[in-house]
């Protein structure tokens, strides 16, 4: 089994307020969920249900706020 290196700081609390990056990276790096064209994004149908769930973040949670 392959072993990953932990990806979190260890005596960092995820709890408090501050700036969180998040990066999708897709096995083989497949453009599962569409590409960019000319500087723009442009979702597929499976790109579509990853940014409405992006979305839903925020209507979920009022603490949080998402920029793409």
């Given at each position: 089994?392959?072993?990953?290196?932990?990806?979190?700081?260890?005596?960092?609390?995820?709890?408090?307020?501050?700036?969180?990056?998040?990066?999708?990276?897709?096995?083989?790096?497949?453009?599962?969920?569409?590409?960019?064209?000319?500087?723009?994004?442009?979702?597929?149908?499976?790109?579509?249900?990853?940014?409405?769930?992006?979305?839903?973040?925020?209507?979920?949670?009022?603490?949080?706020?998402t920029?793409?």
């Amino acid at each position: 089994m392959h072993h990953r290196k932990p990806n979190r700081l260890h005596d960092y609390d995820y709890a408090q307020s501050g700036y969180y990056f998040v990066t999708l990276c897709t096995q083989n790096r497949i453009h599962y969920f569409g590409g960019i064209r000319n500087g723009i994004i442009c979702v597929n149908q499976l790109g579509s249900i990853a940014l409405r769930q992006w979305e839903w973040l925020t209507q979920q949670y009022d603490y949080v706020r998402t920029r793409l």
